[in-house]
């Protein structure tokens, strides 16, 4: 039987559950999450159990990071059984603040990334990864990390929260960690429970064409409007399945690409019913 | 015989010479500063040292807060000086990383605070406090201290630092510290070396205002038009002052206001020759 973790839910809880807990030289692992944990969540809080003394998972549905069309009110929640899940896990903090001990009502500063979340999941989201950057330079400003851990699955997130970290001088290494996907290749997703039987089969199809992505790039094709062709031709094949972008960018600084002369990452977003799913895929050429 | 602070030029170096000497319950206070000291820092420098059992002082003119327009190059520099100032202190740390060390050429984060820094200083030096919030949490990412001393000088850059250190949930406690003047009322500053010797003498009319403000509001005056009408026929008397602003506003939020009603912060901005000064007195009623 595993212990509950301890739940702070304001800066001030958090702060005294580690001032007792953390000693002159243990570690801290952070894991921010807006909860309705999966296997991909769990991942990064084995590798942060793994890696550090203490293990943090934090869980807010950040509404800085939602527009108002988007879907912060119906963003699953299941506190309950998250924190069986972080039981299970031997977790030693939850850090889980009300929107109110987020935010005051006059809160006036922000953190800005003007580069890499200005692409991809940036352009149709605007202020979504201000959003973003200000919550978790929030998180480690409470929670103190000597580490924190991000899904691949949102890769775009990861590198904007690393040039984040790098140009402010955080005292953190920030850990990205693979995609956890389902058995057919869906990859995991909060937002997954969105789709119906139908859906969730369509939804396959994003997947599939980073599969076609990195079978071609294996193959030895460099053109990289012939892969996103064939990537767009795959999930065309699904008419309910509409595609935001699907994108061949370098793999750290996000930049365009046309031919594929180094680590790239194939990256897409898609509508399938009220779900926007993305996934993404690094393809790295063999030499 | 004072020792030699140790002097480190890049976070590395920073970090390393604090984790030598900063032990699990020592405290540590930061003054930022842009160098060429006066008795205005030192005041920072002292109660930093009575307060906390590290001292550190950061040396940094710091380009992102100027414009191109402004007076960066001309800026006055004297790091040998600066340095037997704070030999005499007993400083234990001088952090002074070189432009380069600080911000790397793709650098894509911004710090930015929207509401308190839009006006007075800010409306006329638009990013200005963008780039004073994006140094100052680099310090404190870097420096870790229990707490930061700024100068009442920079009235709003002290409100606006408080407020960044508030929404960020920043562990640090910011103290402001009254301005230091010469004998005679001018409130001291780096760029008081730009003064010719009568625009020495006919800057005092900044701090003169300034007093016949407080005069009036401890006679009962409480409409703030009639209080900053005098402000300004004092400043006008000299005609080589150009004044900028002179603003009456709530001295911590910065809002404004018509009735003397509240605490409140009388700042204003004036050029006089080369140099751009500011001075504020904070004005508070007799009840």
Same mark, same amino acid.
């Given at each position: 039987? +595993? +212990?509950?973790?301890?739940?702070?839910?304001?800066?001030?809880?958090?702060?005294?559950?580690?001032?007792?807990?953390?000693?002159?030289?243990?570690?801290?692992?952070?894991?921010?999450?807006?909860?309705?944990?999966?296997?991909?969540?769990?991942?990064?809080?084995?590798?942060?159990?793994?890696?550090?003394?203490?293990?943090?998972?934090?869980?807010?549905?950040?509404?800085?990071?939602?527009?108002?069309?988007? &879907?912060?009110?119906?963003?699953?929640?299941?506190?309950?059984?998250?924190?069986?899940?972080?039981?299970?896990?031997?977790?030693?903090?939850?850090?889980?603040?009300?929107?109110?001990?987020?935010?005051?009502?006059?809160?006036?500063?922000?953190?800005?990334?003007?580069?890499?979340?200005? =692409?991809?999941?940036?352009?149709?989201?605007?202020?979504?990864?201000?959003? @973003?950057?200000?919550? @978790?330079?929030?998180?480690?400003?409470?929670?103190?990390? &000597?580490?924190?851990?991000?899904?691949?699955?949102?890769?775009?997130?990861?590198?904007?929260? +690393?040039?984040?970290?790098?140009?402010?001088?955080?005292? @953190?290494?920030?850990?990205?960690?693979?995609?956890?996907?389902?058995?057919?290749?869906?990859?995991?997703?909060?937002?997954?429970?969105?789709?119906?039987?139908?859906?969730?089969?369509?939804?396959?199809?994003?997947?599939?064409?980073? &599969?076609?992505?990195?079978?071609?790039?294996?193959?030895?094709?460099?053109?990289?409007?012939?892969?996103?062709?064939?990537?767009?031709?795959?999930?065309?094949?699904?008419?309910?399945?509409?595609?935001?972008?699907?994108?061949?960018?370098?793999? &750290?600084?996000?930049?365009?690409?046309?031919?594929?002369?180094?680590?790239?990452? =194939?990256?897409?977003?898609?509508?399938?019913?009220?779900?926007?799913?993305?996934?993404?895929? @690094?393809?790295?050429?063999?030499?």
């Amino acid at each position: 039987m +595993k +212990k509950m973790p301890h739940i702070a839910r304001n800066p001030a809880e958090a702060r005294e559950f580690l001032s007792l807990h953390v000693r002159t030289r243990s570690s801290v692992g952070l894991v921010p999450t807006m909860g309705f944990l999966h296997e991909g969540h769990l991942s990064l809080v084995r590798r942060a159990k793994e890696e550090n003394d203490i293990c943090v998972v934090s869980i807010f549905v950040n509404p800085l990071q939602f527009a108002p069309a988007e &879907d912060l009110a119906a963003y699953p929640r299941d506190m309950e059984r998250d924190l069986e899940l972080l039981s299970a896990e031997d977790v030693h903090l939850v850090y889980s603040p009300s929107p109110g001990a987020m935010y005051l009502p006059d809160r006036s500063t922000l953190i800005t990334e003007n580069s890499l979340s200005r =692409c991809l999941c940036g352009a149709a989201r605007p202020g979504h990864f201000d959003g @973003v950057c200000t919550v @978790v330079l929030k998180l480690f400003s409470v929670i103190a990390p &000597d580490r924190a851990y991000f899904g691949e699955k949102d890769y775009q997130q990861l590198q904007v929260i +690393k040039r984040m970290a790098r140009d402010l001088d955080l005292p @953190v290494e920030i850990t990205g960690c693979p995609i956890i996907r389902e058995r057919d290749g869906l990859a995991l997703s909060s937002r997954n429970i969105y789709l119906g039987e139908k859906e969730r089969a369509e939804a396959l199809v994003l997947s599939r064409s980073l &599969d076609a992505a990195e079978e071609l790039v294996r193959g030895g094709e460099t053109d990289v409007t012939r892969i996103l062709d064939v990537v767009r031709d795959v999930i065309s094949a699904c008419p309910s399945v509409a595609l935001e972008y699907a994108e061949i960018r370098g793999a &750290d600084d996000l930049a365009p690409l046309d031919i594929m002369n180094k680590r790239a990452v =194939c990256a897409l977003a898609a509508r399938v019913g009220r779900a926007r799913l993305i996934d993404n895929r @690094v393809l790295e050429r063999r030499d």
